[in-house]
């Protein structure tokens, strides 16, 4: 497990984010037991209590569940699963049109760049190729 943590958000919600990015992207499966609270601390070089407050809100938004003693595990609710997809998308989609915008580019044609872009890259092409 590795997180780049950068200077201006809290570790705390730099390690949500980390968790939501690996769920939205299948890396952790629904019902997949995850690290505890101090295995995660080590691993990320952080303190335990910075770790307790990132389940804890994790936890708060149904991310993840804790039975008892065992381990805490990846939420199997479709619905949570589904809006952190949607949630990542819909920052990314913000922070883009955030930058795009002061250039005044007509939307049409950011649609055209963006699908170009989308397919070459997908397709195993750079756009510059």
Known sequence: MNVNFNKRD???VQVIRHFKEQIATGIFEPGQEIPSRRELAN???INPNTAQRAYK???EEGLIYTERNLPSKITKDEKILGSVREELILEAVDAFIHSIRSINVPVDEVLDLVKEKYTNERNGRRSDD
């Open 10 to 12: 809290p570790v705390y």
């Open 43 to 45: 691993k990320l070089k």
């Open 57 to 59: 809100e994790m936890e």
